[in-house]
């Protein structure tokens, strides 16, 4: 190893120390500690009783946990592939020649800057059974309407993925719109030549060559879906007869850790939304190796 | 490029160091206000802070429309006492217990704050609060006993010692909208009326004015828990060792208040609930009459004017299972500080007058809330003219204490859970009884 590399590998860390201080102080650290204080019961400020797996086995056994671990891949299952797919076609679209092209990516982008509060106030109002415009349309159109969107059980976790597509399928746009843009044009050149369709195009050089991009994008919707918490907390009050349908499982956690002050077993459940999620994301590390090209 | 390296890392170094001071100055400007140990030996010995090093206090409670009532207590205490300032910040219910919880577990609570019977027990038992029981005892040994009701004193007494001043009261009346009523020729409520009356003049105002009867959502202190005293059953024991739903009078207590809801039609179901909630409902002048707290009359009084509402004490129940089916919940507030408060006797000086009849008539007539203290709560019904707020300090004869215990947070998300599915029919209101008893007993018995 020549000096002249160590001395760049040395500016190298000091540049990434201050990142590597802070993943230690505010990611590593409260992972471990998580980890530490679910095999404890919790009591008020800082008395914990060890108990060893006892949070766990409770968890296990408890119908509850598994309606909630339930609801959360439903809600999986209603976002992702709407958010993904969706995403890809709006980023194909974006990626042509069209007039105000910087307008439209603004626009799609735009939800995903406002606050999930805020998004979550707004779509209950417009989900509202009275005077919410998604029944009036509904309505407008002869289709049937007075449909209690966020406190009928069958439809509150639809009402919440919806509000979810709507808010980060934009973002998923832009960033397959960067893998898109990556793409050379030399190969439609070619294809066009050849005399290749449009959709031929797309499943022969576009769906490959952003396959990369699309994964990325697949893992961090599952992840984001699975962790979803914000939207549900906002538009579905404790008092809502839906609330039982639309439990996460973080937001089962914060019912656990906040409200009934069980940190220990609340500690325990984030244990086992961060297990799900390694187990989901091993699963398609795996599948890549099936529809993900790396070289080109 | 590797000078450029070197600038770039020199520059982050910066911002480094920068943000650790900044860290320091700010964690330096949040000790500041004389919560250093001299300042406060410097004035105790007498108790009284009239002299001494200026000292800033903060206070924090809950309820933006006491804010005024908070202040002008602060501005009393501060003419008396020039150099004692006293900071009031609002937080909001829901924000509130979180906070307090993290402060305490970080040493650095507020000088004063609002405790709540739901919470109390806990930050008593774990020693956070400062002991206030001979706060008085150069007046009087049995000033707590003399001045306040029991119950409120009783509500922050932890194995005999009292660690909390008590503030307000609240009880649980019937609002009314006289425009409603007039509309379909109705008499207005008064102390006559029984559940049956309440259940037919609904019913009438329904039928003649297409409104909402009764506002009857699903809640706790406002809503279920009166019915169920007012029929002569109980939440929980008086000992905190068994909960009492399979109780007759309890289970006839829900069963009224629920079936408003869910028997009849005067009334929104649980799901038009979660649209738009009972006082919204209300001040839009959807329903003729609903269940409120004290706490909430502010609201209405301030900011809908035109609203022409009055109120009226609960009805009662026609046949109890025993009592003559009159009850009210009635909870407290109280005032209390930390054990570890580093200036802990201008605190108590300052909790010392706040208890003090001075005190609760300011706290009344500004509006606050009912006054703890004996007597005082005509103080608070006066500021709402034309009102009959009275109804309120009324109820306070019969009230029932507001039922707590150590582990409720634990237990209550349970039987607001089931309850809710008795509210959507995916349960029958025998076997949600079976269930809470059950989850409440077990919590209670670990206690």
Known sequence: MSKNYKKEALAGFFMALPTIIGLIILNFYPLCRTVYMSFFQSGSFGKWKFVGLDNYTKMFQSSGFWKVTGNTLLFMVYTVPVTVIGGLLIAVLLDQKIKGKTVFRAIYFLPMVVAPAAVAMVWKWLFNTDFGIVNLTLKALHLPSGINWISDPKTALLACALVTIWSSVGYDAILLLSGLQGISRTYYEAARIDGASSFQQFKKITLPLVSPTLFFVLIMRIMASIKVFDIVYMMIEKTNPAIRSCETILYNFYQETFVKNNKGYGASMVVWCVILISIITLIQFIGQKKWVTYDV | MKGKKARIALGMAICLSASALAGCGAKEGNTEGGSTPESSSAVSGSGTASEGKPVKL?????????????????????????????????????????????????????????????????????????????????????????????????????????????????????????????????????????????????????????????????TEQEGWLNTIYQAGGFYISEDKTKAGFEDEGTKKGLKEYIGWQTEHDFSPNQKEFSDLGRVERFVAGEGAMMNLGSWGINNLYINYPDLNWDVAVLPKCPDPVKGDGRASISNGLAYATAADNPNLDVVKDVLKFLGTKEAAVIHGENGAAIPAFNNTGDSWANNYEGKNVKAYVDQLEYSVQFPYSKSKSAWYPEVEATLLEVYSGNLDLDKACEQCQQVVDENLAAE
């Open chain 2, 58 to 218: 903060t206070m924090l409670g809950w309820e933006i429309y006491q804010q005024a009532g908070m202040e002008a207590l602060a501005e009393a205490y501060h003419e008396e006492h020039p150099n004692v300032t006293i900071e009031v910040q609002i937080s909001t219910w829901s924000e509130y217990w979180t906070k307090l919880e993290a402060m305490a577990n970080s040493g650095s609570l507020p000088d004063i704050f609002w405790m709540h019977t739901n919470e109390f027990s806990k930050y008593a038992d774990a020693g956070m609060l400062a002991e206030l029981t001979d706060l008085y005892d150069e007046e009087d040994k049995d000033y707590f006993k003399n001045n306040f009701p029991d119950n409120l004193v009783g509500n922050f007494t932890y194995d005999d010692k009292i660690y909390g001043i008590p503030k307000d009261v609240d009880t649980v009346a019937l609002v009314y909208n006289k425009d409603i009523f007039d509309e379909a020729g109705v008499a207005y409520p008064d102390d006559t009326w029984t559940w049956d009356t309440l259940v037919e003049v609904s019913e009438t105002i329904k039928e003649k004015t297409g409104k909402y009867g009764m506002l009857a959502d699903d």
